[in-house]
């Protein structure tokens, strides 16, 4: 079982404040993503590190910037949250033991009113 | 546009209905192949997948998916759906120049009557 978790799952929040999503993996993965989903719509990349101290942009542009001080820490910062970021955030890992294979959390849904 | 390809958007079924959902990708080369499902309220979780060898995968709760590499396609299959099926469906490919990234279809949604 893939241990990999995310929070809040919830949250609603007014525009223009800073808010951080949580994701933290229990199993030794080297690289971690974010992905981004709409409802209805698949999930677009937004960010991904292969290992601390690295990040990467996906293929969606956001506004969002990610940090990777510890292995299993990945958390993803929106400066100045704003309606247009109302979505669903889907945090991820994969590495030794798990080949290609990306292991998912229960994702964050965010609300910005 | 290279692309993951789910042509069957929203898929309702009785109890016991055969089920086949379609996954066509555009790349060339070679691929893997998953397919997730994501259950209401659930986190996405790996069904199964396809890396190499035999191209008819088996996964978890008696689905299966085939691999036909000349019509690009990775169909996923169960002979006798459960209401409990009742899911969202994503097709998925890593391009294996490029394993970091995972390239998502748009889903389809499964619903299953009793």
């Known amino acids: 079982e893939a241990d990999i978790y995310q929070t809040p799952r919830y949250l609603v929040i007014g525009t223009g404040k800073k808010i951080t999503l949580e994701c933290s993996q229990t199993m030794g993965h080297d690289k971690m993503y974010w992905y981004q989903q709409d409802p209805g719509m698949e999930l677009h990349l937004i960010h991904y590190s292969y290992g601390v101290n690295s990040t990467e942009k996906g293929d969606l542009s956001s506004e969002s910037t990610v940090s990777r001080i510890r292995t299993e820490h990945f958390p993803l910062t929106l400066e100045s949250a704003r309606p247009s970021h109302t979505s669903q955030y889907l945090c991820a890992s994969s590495g030794v033991g798990s080949g290609e294979t990306q292991y998912f959390g229960p994702g964050t849904r965010l609300l910005v009113l | 546009a290279q692309s993951v390809s789910q042509h069957n958007h929203h898929v309702i079924l009785s109890e016991a209905a055969s089920l086949e959902l379609g996954c066509n990708y555009s790349?060339?080369?070679?691929?893997?192949l998953f397919w997730y499902v994501q259950y209401p309220g659930q986190h996405l979780q790996l069904l199964l997948k396809?890396?190499?060898?035999?191209?008819l995968v088996k996964g978890i709760k008696g689905f299966e998916a085939e691999f036909i590499k000349s019509k690009f396609s990775f169909n996923l299959r169960k002979p006798s759906v459960q209401w409990s099926d009742t899911a969202e469906y994503f097709c998925a490919v890593i391009r294996s120049y490029n394993t970091d990234k995972l390239i998502f279809g748009t889903g389809t949604r499964l619903q299953v009557f009793p």
């Open positions: 396809y890396f190499s060898g035999d191209p």
């Open positions: 790349y060339g080369g070679t691929v893997n």
